[in-house]
Structure formats: C-alpha cells, structure tokens
C-alpha cells in the first residue's frame, strides 16, 4: 500500500519539531527555578511557581506534536508490522509527556510510572523503528535509531533514583534521530511509488 505522501508531509512538519519545543520550554523552566539542579528529575520542575507552569506547558505541546509525529511514522511504516509497533510506541511516548504536564491533575507517585514508561519505550521503539528503515534501504536513518536506542539503555544498568542527567541521556539521541527521520518524511516527494529508495 503506498504512502500517502502529503499527509506524511504535514504530520512531519507539526510533529518532528517537538522536542526542539520540549527543550526550549525546559530550558526556560529552568532559567525560572533557581532551586532546581541536574541531580533531580526534569519532571521535578513541575512542582510550583511560574517556571512549573512554563514546564508543564511544555510538555503538553511537546506531547501533543509527538502525537502527530507518531501519526505520520504510522503512515510513513506502509503497513509494515515492526513499522506500526515502532510508531505505537512513540503514541505511547507523546501521551506519557502529556500527561506529565496535566497541572490540574495530582498525579503522586504515577508520575514516576510515567517516567519509567517513556524510558521503556523510547529503545524499545528506536529499535523496532530501526529495523523496519533497514529492511527499506533506510540504512543511515537506521543507524542513528539503532544507536540512539543504544544509548537509551544506559539509565537502565545505573543505579539510584531518576536524574535530569539519565532523562537527557534517553531523549537527546531520540530527539536527533526524531530530527533526522522527520526531515526525511518531509522531503518525500510523490509519487512514492515510482521511487525504489525514498
């Protein structure tokens, strides 16, 4: 089934960019929590004052664009079933960052489940994801994703509680490959299925 191109396209355009948004609004939610230090968790940011609000903003806008970026890799998967389970997998993502930034709900202790959750299907996904761009002659993009999974699973071997380091360590290497893959879906050209390497 071929890929319907421009809808790839617009899903690509709204979605790749949002961990660029997640990142600017953190940074500025740091900027305004002078308490606040890397041996803590990026959720711990939420905890009060105007910076809270700035952070949980973030993280509803920078969920809600993931949404729409896992839509578009749904589509861009053509059907394919390690495609599909990638793309399910960055749902899962873009929904646990939204729902880290509900103020109006008192999450407790999910929060943390929350956490643990995204830090689960960030390789999880990254892998699936890379494989599936292998088997379409994606190698380059498949790679990135292979080693950005990689790297997500070093949290998984330290010990201790949640830091803003280890959270750094899962999202920055899926955000570049977020990045990379999103501008290659916005760069498909029609008609997809003339083309044998896209």
Known sequence: MPVKVKIVRIMAMFGTPSSIVGALMIFLSITMSPEWTMNQSISA???????????????????????????????????D????????????????????????????????TLVYIIFFVVPVSLALLSIHLFKRGLTNYAVIGALASVISLIPWVQSGPVTAIQELMVLTPFSLWQLAIGYHMYRLEPPLEEKEDF
């Open 81 to 112: 079933f390690l495609g599909m389970l990638g793309s399910g997998g960055i749902l899962i993502y873009g929904i646990s960052v939204s729902a880290l930034g509900l103020s109006l709900v008192d999450l407790g202790e999910f929060r943390g």
């Open 45 to 79: 940011l939420g905890g009060g004052g105007f910076g809270s609000v700035v952070f949980e903003s973030g993280l509803l806008m920078a969920g809600s664009m993931a949404m729409i970026f896992s839509a578009g890799l749904f589509e861009f998967s053509e059907k």
